[in-house]
């Protein structure tokens, strides 16, 4: 049996939230909504990680990367 809980939000908030979610359950609205942001979060840190390197970094990487997968590979 699942269990529910009570989030107080200010009631702009609500109504924002409510007009966004349409007709999905709020569980899956919320939990969409975070798994949206995390994806983001987690893209836009790849964005800047990969503007930081230079092409000698990626190939570095990647050769590293391959490496390791074969010597993986061999036991």
Do not use: C, H, Q
């Not at 790849?46 to 010597?71: P, T």
């Amino acid at each position: 049996m699942t269990t529910y809980a009570t989030i107080s939000v200010p009631a702009e908030v609500k109504k924002l939230l409510e007009k966004a979610k349409g007709d999905d359950e709020w569980g899956k609205f919320l939990l969409d909504l975070y798994l949206e942001a995390k994806r983001l979060k987690g893209k836009k840190a790849f964005e800047e990680l990969a503007n930081m390197l230079n092409k000698e970094d990626l190939k570095a990487i990647l050769e590293s990367s391959k490496e390791f997968r074969e010597r993986l590979a061999l036991r």
